[in-house]
């Protein structure tokens, strides 16, 4: 039995038309992961969870989800996986419990196991449970597309750019969620996300498309070792009158409100050495602070390496 949440392997998606959206991606997510799927507009993050939802049909490749391959066992497949998409596609005309029972009943859920009241007071939504959907704001309407994504307690939940758009109050609330789920559930989660710092702060674990091919994938922790680059950046106790203090391989600049930043790598320069070289330039620090890279960087050196 493979620990595997999910397994994709030479997965392509020529759309009508002849774009190329995916163009033969390998991937795997293990079980109980939080699992960042990050890339530019239009590299074909969308596609890849569509087909994963089974709303969207390959063109080539093997998709296995919690263990059921895609065309093999349907029905498991789709069982084992949740949701939430990028559209905020929902029938007007159902309220937000409606729509929960409905999608439960696609699902097979017995009466008996269903919990929709649950799920619609996890997602504050217990006070618009009558509501109709068309009388519901932008940010309710996702919260209840995370509640249909949960009905058939599913064991991997995909969330597709859940906040892109959103409230600061909604991004908390789902991010609160995520985790639980993950935690006290063991949920797998795969979250795409073009917010960099998001998917540096949720996942575990992070692959980077683009353009339809994958370009990275590794533990948060090893993609941002992989950066060398730092910045040291020096509050002096006065405005700089002079010069900037010149040093080789380091390059520096200075910021608003006066503090000094110091670019380096770390394999060519210490921070030692930049800080005797500022104090022997008559510089009196107030304040010193160190900056890692963040995912911003190390998705930049990977794209625009050839
Ligand atoms: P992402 O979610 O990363 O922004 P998408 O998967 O939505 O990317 O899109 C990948 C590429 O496929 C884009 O060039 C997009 O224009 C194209 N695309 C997406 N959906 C369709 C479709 N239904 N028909 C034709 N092209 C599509
Ligand atoms: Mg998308």
């Not at 774009?19 to 997510?29: I, N, P």
């Not at 029938?91 to 696609?106: I, N, S």
């Not at 949720?202 to 060398?228: F, K, P, Q, W, Y």
């Not at 380096?264 to 070289?277: C, K, M, N, V, W």
Request: with cysteine; aromatic share 4%.
């Amino acid at each position: 039995m493979t620990q595997d949440a999910i397994r994709i392997e030479g997965l392509k998606k020529t759309y009508k038309g002849g774009k190329e959206a995916l163009k033969g991606v390998d991937l795997t997510v293990p079980r109980g992961s939080v699992f960042g799927l990050l890339g530019p507009n239009g590299a074909g993050k969308s596609t890849l969870i569509n087909i994963l939802a089974g709303l969207v049909t390959k063109t080539a490749g093997k998709v296995t989800i919690w263990g059921w391959d895609q065309d093999v066992n349907p029905r498991q497949s789709r069982a084992s996986i949740g949701v939430m998409p990028q559209e905020l596609n929902l029938d007007p005309f159902f309220t937000p419990r409606e729509a929960l029972e409905v999608q439960a009943g696609l699902y097979g859920v017995p009466k008996a196991q269903r919990r929709s009241d649950e799920i619609l007071e996890m997602v504050g939504l217990t006070d618009k449970a009558h509501a109709y959907a068309r009388t519901l704001s932008g940010g309710m309407r996702r919260r209840l597309l995370l509640g249909k994504a949960l009905v058939h307690a599913p064991n991997v939940l995909v969330l597709d750019e859940p906040t892109a758009g959103v409230d600061i109050e909604l991004r908390q609330m789902l991010w609160h969620n995520v985790r639980k789920l993950n935690r006290d559930r063991g949920m797998t989660i795969i979250l795409t996300t073009h917010y960099l710092e998001e998917a540096e702060e949720m996942c575990d674990e992070i692959a980077i498309i683009n353009h339809g091919e994958l370009v990275i994938r590794d533990s948060t922790e090893n993609l941002l070792a992989r950066l060398d680059a730092k910045t040291l950046v020096i509050t002096p106790e006065e405005p700089l009158s002079g010069a900037l203090p010149d040093m080789p391989g380091v390059t520096a600049s200075t910021r608003p409100g006066g503090a000094l930043a110091f670019a380096y790598h770390r394999s060519e320069t210490s921070p030692g050495a930049i800080l005797d070289h500022v104090r022997n330039a008559g510089i009196t620090l107030r304040d010193v602070a160190t900056e890692e890279p963040d995912l911003e960087d190390v998705f930049l050196a990977l794209t625009h390496a050839e």
